[in-house]
């Protein structure tokens, strides 16, 4: 069996502050993706911040660095475009950078919640319309991300209006606050709401990183790593790398006599056409 990692290397939230490995520039995030590449990621979920540091959906960083990266011929790694790196961004320019770029992947979040208990995380019914279809048109595949229950059946709901297309794929991402804890019961419990043939991939927030990704790999799911989800490598231990985070990965998914996907494996699994 073969196992996507999936690598998201920044995110909007965590700072250098937190990591000073944390890459920010398009220059960083370009390292980090062929250094990611080489130790075992398939795919790689991208963030862009601006010249302060705060999270953006600026189409021109989004440009610089996927030209840094697509320069590099020898790296056949997916591109996972995230369309929520700004709280404050519209529908229009949270769309823009697909149109531009088209990556393989971009994020799908299925609906609306209270994140981190501070701000509205917004996703209404009339811009994931608006996003499932520009994804259509783009040819960019949904990586459809669930934060609690609901999600799921949102996404069942735009399967059916023809929103969406299956088969879907789905990244359950546990212990944001305002989501759903990071418990193995909550894995299990929404790996069996999602359609057959679907596949999913799941991650853990923080120090529920290393526990949801053993349940992930015991139940024959995809894992997510990086420096998005987790700055840390091990308690009290920062993470010296997003790669060295998916160097572990790769170490435990030959432990569980699995095979880490190379891109183009990860390409046949999401039913990725070019």
Same mark, same amino acid.
């Given at each position: ?15 250098? @502050? ?31 911040? $601006? ?8 189409? &021109? ?14 790296? $056949?790694?997916?591109? /996972? ?9 519209? $529908? *229009? ?8 770029? &088209? ?29 499932? @279809? ?6 960019? @595949? ?22 969406? @297309?299956?088969? !879907? ?23 069996? !709401?999602?359609? %057959? ?5 799941? !991650? ?23 420096? %998005? $989800? ?11 790398? /997003?790669?060295?985070?998916? &160097? ?10 699995? *095979? ?9 699994? !999401?039913?990725?056409?070019?």
């Amino acid at each position: 069996m073969k196992t996507i990692i999936s690598a998201a290397l920044t995110g909007a939230w965590p700072s250098k @502050k937190d990591n000073p490995a944390l890459p920010i520039t398009p220059q960083e995030i370009a390292r980090d993706v062929f250094e990611c590449y080489e130790a075992g990621a398939s795919i790689v979920h991208l963030h862009m911040r $601006d010249d302060s540091g705060q999270g953006t959906m600026d189409v &021109r960083k989004f440009r610089e660095t996927v030209e840094l990266i697509r320069a590099r011929k020898d790296v $056949d790694v997916l591109l /996972n475009l995230t369309t929520s790196g700004d709280l404050a961004a519209t $529908d *229009e320019t949270r769309q823009l950078h697909l149109r531009e770029l &088209r990556p393989e992947l971009a994020s799908y979040d299925c609906g609306s919640m209270n994140w981190m208990h501070q701000s509205l995380f917004l996703n209404p019914p009339q811009f994931l319309e608006q996003l499932g @279809k520009t994804m259509q048109e783009y040819n960019v @595949k949904p990586e459809i991300e669930i934060f609690d229950a609901g999600m799921v059946y949102n996404a069942l709901y735009y399967l059916k209006q023809g929103i969406l @297309k299956a088969p !879907l794929h789905f990244q359950f991402v546990l212990g944001a606050a305002g989501g759903m804890g990071a418990s193995v019961d909550n894995l299990v419990f929404l790996k069996n !709401l999602i359609p %057959e043939g679907s596949s999913w991939s799941a !991650l853990g927030i923080g120090k529920a990183h290393l526990p949801i990704m053993l349940a992930t790999l015991a139940l024959g799911g995809h894992v997510r790593v990086g420096m %998005e $989800d987790n700055v840390m490598f091990a308690a009290g231990q920062l993470a010296e790398s /997003n790669a060295q985070l998916v &160097r572990r990965a790769a170490e435990l998914i030959r432990i569980a006599g699995n *095979e880490p996907a190379t891109p183009e494996d990860a390409r046949k699994i !999401l039913s990725i056409t070019r």
